[in-house]
């Protein structure tokens, strides 16, 4: 089969296509035929050698896919979907990492069992989904609506569950308050605007062109802003009449969090979901507010919680709250040049690779 590997850490340039042996499902494990591989700022990152934890090389980079059962491995079956948990399952802890009232949730939802030929999405590989075959674990495996295609379900796994969990779980949002999405044009940034707007939240947005701005619009934001203008927090302030935001759902940190400080409401949340360098910034904007500021990163999120966010992106989708948005599918060959416009390009839905 083909597949995308890299045999260093560098620049896009180590990725090439290459033939590789066929996988074959050992026990809990789930064969899929990848019809529609995402691409996410997090696969850039690994490629280059900046993240925290780093494959063994050489390996095939990705995580997110949209495909087709192929084979089960000995007790696939019998593990189900992870998303079949009810979203309030998580045992009591801290609130800020229990989903919130009114977060999407998928109790009662009927157990769902992997089949040969089902169409699925996954929200992790064990080989790699830049690729025409990938091994995943049978709980990251998810039944993909009958209306959604094969790139939108390479679109949900990363990008939605970051939304919920940033939203739900570290935001602690509730209905009627207003959040903030900076950066709402990308995969995450569109789904936390759905995700929001369904809960009953107002929900504000920002993006870096007419095109960006025009999407969130569509997708469920009040109203759209340009993040390029610096004066757009000025702008977010008074559509508040002043108050402030209770939640920011920050995708880019070092761009915009000692900016964001001064835009929150009292007891107001910054959660930070993405960053590539340093910020500085002022703590007496926090003080003045009594704000917090949280992050998050998916790998860290524990079992149970994980589970929850993937039951209310599944509930959300089979309600039809959630649409995964595709912005442009490239073929696998072109995967070098995918992890280029993630970073550079502009961020208009989910780019996909197809095999």
């Known amino acids: 089969m ?120 996954t929200s992790g590989s064990l080989t790699g989904t830049y690729a025409e075959l990938a091994l995943c674990r049978a709980e990251d495996v998810h039944s993909l609506p009958e209306d959604l295609t094969f790139a939108q379900g390479a679109a949900i796994g990363t990008p939605a569950v970051t939304a919920f969990r940033a939203l739900f779980q570290r935001g602690r949002a509730r209905p009627g308050e207003t959040v903030l999405v900076h950066g709402g044009s990308g995969a995450v940034g569109l789904a936390a605007v759905q995700l929001a707007a369904a809960c009953d939240l107002t929900v504000l947005a920002t993006a870096g062109s007419a095109e960006g701005r025009a999407l969130v619009l569509e997708h469920g934001a009040a109203e759209a802003f340009d993040h390029h203008d610096p004066g757009h927090l000025d702008a977010v302030r008074e559509r508040t009449a002043g108050r402030g935001v209770d939640i920011v759902v920050e995708l880019l940190a070092n761009a915009n969090l000692g900016r964001d400080l001064p835009a929150l409401a009292p007891r107001g949340r910054v959660i930070v979901v993405g960053s590539r360098g ?5 703590p007496r904007d926090l003080m003045d507010r009594e704000g917090t500021i949280v992050a998050m990163r998916l790998p860290n999120a524990r079992a149970e919680e994980l589970a929850a966010a993937e039951a209310g992106v599944q509930t959300a989708l089979e309600s039809g709250r959630l649409r995964p948005v595709v912005g442009r599918e490239l073929p696998l060959t072109a995967a070098a040049e995918a992890h280029r416009l993630v970073i550079e390009g502009p961020a208009l839905g989910k780019l996909v690779l197809v095999p």
């Open 2 to 121: 083909r597949a995308v590997r890299a045999h260093r850490f560098g620049g896009p340039e180590v990725l090439a296509i290459e033939d590789v042996p066929e996988p074959s499902p050992g026990p809990g494990e789930i064969l899929l035929r990848v019809r529609a591989a995402g691409v996410n700022p997090v696969d850039t990152y690994m490629r280059a050698g900046a993240y925290a934890e780093l494959p063994t090389l050489p390996y095939t980079p990705g995580g997110d896919a949209g495909g087709v059962v192929v084979a089960l491995g000995p007790s696939a079956a019998a593990e189900g979907d992870a998303t079949d948990s009810p979203a309030g399952s998580a045992p009591a802890g801290d609130a800020t990492d229990s989903p919130a009232a009114g977060a999407p949730n998928a109790a009662g939802a009927p157990v769902w069992s992997p089949a040969p030929g089902d169409r699925v999405y």
């Open 278 to 282: 340093r910020v500085e910034v002022d």
